[in-house]
């Protein structure tokens, strides 16, 4: 990944340097062309991205079977959808409702459901969000915008493990003759890792 | 420029990482209360350090994937079943809990004991 487009480009963090390091190595040994980073990264980046995560919520917001389909085996309704890939093997459907809100973080790096919403964003990453979304969700998420009720569960998923998570927010009120299309065009990226409520 | 070490030197040999065998069939069912083994591994784990010693309910069996200790430190890959277990904020964080706010978090059976 080039950076040199900048006249008086930021000092690189520990974190870059070490990710520069570590590209710079498996370039050079042969093991991942520099090339193959940039795909990765642009095809991520422009191909796939939140937008799958957001026909799978419409679709659940308007067909109530695939919806009992992708909270029974998610990895499977969203196949159906044609979506699927790495980080993607095992994706875990979490439904939002009027007493209960959920809240995707990784605590010990970033995971994250590529298939459906793309690479995660800088702050999903970054050390104060992992540790704290499990210790004071409410908190954090109320200093991200995010208000939820205190009678309101607030459920949090550490992707710890080989699962990945989606959150299936609420439908919003008031959108009952609106079309699939339409409905997917309001789902943002925020709202289905569970940092945003639509 | 300062420097950092690309990798630590290795605090784990080989024969720490636990032998056991493959392990396929799940030993916990949804609804059993787990204890988190109080290890303290030297290398690459994927036990997060907030949930070792603390009890939780197995809220979901996932599937046997692979020992992430063995994987990382002997390159072999030995299957163990994964869970997902719920946490009371409680058990987690005593008097400092946010009310109403449980954690789920993913751990691989060799993690857990009966509790």
Known sequence: ?198 | MSSFPLSRPPTVDAVDVDAAPPREKPRFAVGDVVRVRDLHFGGHSRCPRYVRGRRGVVARVDVAAPIPEVEAHRRERVLDPTYGVRFDAAELWSDAAEANAPVHVDLYEQYLEPA
């Open chain 1, 1 to 198: 990944m080039s950076d040199d487009h900048a006249h008086h480009p930021e000092p690189l963090t520990d974190v870059e340097r070490r990710a520069r390091a570590l590209e710079e190595l498996l370039t050079e040994k042969g093991i991942v062309s520099a090339e193959f980073i940039d795909q990765v990264v642009e095809t991520y980046a422009q191909d796939i991205g939140p937008m799958n995560g957001a026909k799978v919520v419409a679709r659940a917001w308007v067909d109530p079977e695939y919806k009992q389909r992708l909270l029974a085996d998610g990895t499977a309704a969203i196949a159906e959808l044609g979506i699927g890939g790495p980080e993607g093997d095992y994706i875990v459907a979490v439904e939002n409702t009027p007493d209960v809100h959920n809240v995707v973080v990784c605590t010990l790096c970033s995971c994250y459901p590529w298939p459906v919403l793309g690479l995660p964003p800088t702050w999903y990453k970054s050390p104060p969000y992992r540790s704290r979304m499990v210790r004071e969700p409410r908190t954090v998420l109320a200093e991200m915008g995010c208000d939820v009720p205190d009678d309101v569960e607030i459920r949090v998923w550490d992707s710890s493990a080989e699962m990945r998570y989606l959150v299936l927010p609420e439908r919003p009120p008031g959108t009952d003759g609106v079309s699939e299309e339409a409905l997917a065009a309001t789902v943002t990226r925020d709202t289905m890792i569970g940092v945003a409520r639509p």
